[in-house]
C-alpha cells in the first residue's frame, strides 16, 4: 500500500493561475519535503517541515509556499505558475530530520503550464 | 555546497550483463550516502546506504561501497534484468552540518535489453 500518496499524478495549470499539488503520509514521520525535479536533472528541494517548523531553501523562488496543517497533510501552492515552472514534483517523508536513515517518494505530480 | 555527479545515460546493456553506474561526491564532513532507483510510473525508492567510509551497502543484487579516498560510491550489480530497468539517483546527505536532506545527483536511465 501506498505510504506516500501524491495528488494529482497530473496538472495542467494556466500561466499565471494559482495551483495547489497535495501529499499525505500514513507513515505518522515528522518531515515532510518537496522537491522539483525537472527534465534529465536532479531532484531539487524546495522546502520542509519538521513538524510545525517550515524551512525554506535560500534559492526557492516566493512564488512557491507550503502549508502543513497536520501531520498527514502538505501542501505545495505555486501563486502564479510560470512556464519554467512545469517539472515533476515529488514529496518525500522522513522520520527526523537530524539522521537520514531512509526517505520515502510519492509517486510525483508532473506540472504543465499553458 | 554538496553535490553529487553521476555518468550520464542512458546505459544500454544486454540481460546478465554487468552494470557500473558511477556516482562521486563532493561535501563537508561526512556525508550518509543512498542510491535510490525510479521505476516507470512509480516515485523514487531507497535501493541501498552505506553511512561510513568502507561499509558496503547492498539490496537485490545491487551493492555499493563508500569509498571516502576517492570520494565515490559507484553502483554494480553482476548480471542485470529487464525488471531492472529505471532511473538510479545516487544522493548523500551530511551528517555534521545543518542542513539534513537529500542532496542528488542527476540520475543515470538503465535500459536492461532481452
Known amino acids: 500500500d501506498a505510504m506516500v500518496i501524491q495528488n494529482p499524478r497530473y496538472q495542467v495549470t494556466q500561466f499565471g493561475k494559482p495551483v495547489t499539488l497535495s501529499c499525505s503520509q500514513t507513515?505518522?514521520?515528522?518531515?515532510m519535503y518537496w522537491y522539483q525535479q525537472k527534465s534529465s536533472q536532479a531532484p531539487k528541494l524546495l522546502f520542509h517541515?519538521?513538524?510545525?517548523?517550515?524551512?525554506n531553501e535560500a534559492d526557492t523562488p516566493d512564488n512557491f509556499q507550503s502549508r502543513r496543517p497536520n501531520t498527514s497533510f502538505c501542501f505545495l501552492d505555486i501563486r502564479s505558475p510560470g512556464l519554467g515552472d512545469a517539472a515533476m514534483y515529488l514529496c518525500?517523508?522522513?522520520?527526523?530530520?537530524?539522521?537520514?536513515?531512509?526517505?520515502?517518494f510519492g509517486q510525483g505530480t508532473r506540472l504543465t503550464v499553458v | 555546497g554538496d553535490s553529487v555527479t553521476q555518468m550520464e545515460g542512458p546505459v544500454t546493456l544486454s540481460e546478465e550483463a554487468f552494470l557500473t553506474i558511477n556516482c562521486t561526491y563532493t561535501?563537508?564532513?561526512?556525508?550518509?550516502l543512498f542510491w535510490y532507483v525510479q521505476y516507470p510510473g512509480e516515485g523514487l525508492q531507497l535501493l541501498l546506504k552505506?553511512?561510513?567510509?568502507?561499509d558496503k551497502g547492498s539490496n537485490k543484487g545491487f551493492e555499493a561501497t563508500y569509498r571516502k579516498e576517492t570520494t565515490s560510491f559507484h553502483l554494480e550489480k553482476g548480471s542485470v534484468q529487464v525488471s531492472d530497468s529505471a532511473v538510479y539517483f545516487c544522493?548523500?546527505?551530511?551528517?555534521?552540518?545543518?542542513?539534513?536532506?537529500?542532496?542528488f545527483g542527476s540520475g543515470t536511465r538503465l535500459q536492461v535489453q532481452p
Open positions: 544522493a548523500l546527505t551530511p551528517l555534521d552540518t545543518g542542513r539534513r536532506a537529500l542532496t
Open positions: 561535501a563537508t564532513g561526512y556525508p550518509s
Open positions: 507513515l505518522n514521520h515528522n518531515v
Open positions: 518525500a517523508t522522513s522520520r527526523e530530520v537530524w539522521v537520514i536513515t531512509e526517505a520515502f
Open positions: 517541515y519538521y513538524d510545525k517548523d517550515f524551512n
Open positions: 552505506a553511512t561510513k567510509a568502507d
